[in-house]
């Protein structure tokens, strides 16, 4: 099972740093991504990386904003999320999977342990 945390009302521009860790087992080994799902909206693949931190995505939306890390050795990835804006209002999931890389082919189907997701609202 996988726990996010982090999640907040913040305003237009702010900061927040999104934190994933394993309440059972480890991330260890896998690769990681984190989703985000609006209201009314699907699911959409905002950042990835693998086991090895060699293979990393980000989505088109958040690039340049975004930025994803792991410390294998305390079971935690990290989404750090700056000049956040309106349109990033989602609730926010983690989640892993055994493929080796990321990119932008992937999809909700090929992650197959998931967190129960936080809420990230950014109001302007």
């Known amino acids: 099972q996988l726990e996010e945390s982090g999640g907040g009302l913040v305003q237009v521009g702010a900061s927040l740093r999104l934190s994933c860790t394993a309440s059972?087992?480890?991330?260890?080994?896998?690769?990681m991504g984190w989703f985000r799902q609006a209201p009314g909206r699907e699911r959409e693949f905002v950042a990835g990386i693998n086991w090895t931190r060699d293979s990393i995505y980000y989505a088109d939306p958040v690039k340049g904003r975004f930025t994803i890390s792991r410390d294998p050795f305390k079971t935690t990835v990290y989404l750090q999320m700056n000049s956040l804006k309106s349109e990033d209002t989602a609730l926010y999931y983690c989640?892993?999977?055994?493929?080796?890389?990321?990119?932008?082919?992937?999809?909700?189907?090929?992650?197959?342990?998931w967190g129960q997701g936080t809420q990230v609202t950014v109001s302007s």
């Open positions: 989640a892993s999977t055994q493929l080796r890389s990321v990119d932008e082919f992937l999809t909700p189907s090929d992650f197959h342990i």
């Open positions: 059972t087992g480890s991330i260890a080994g896998y690769t």
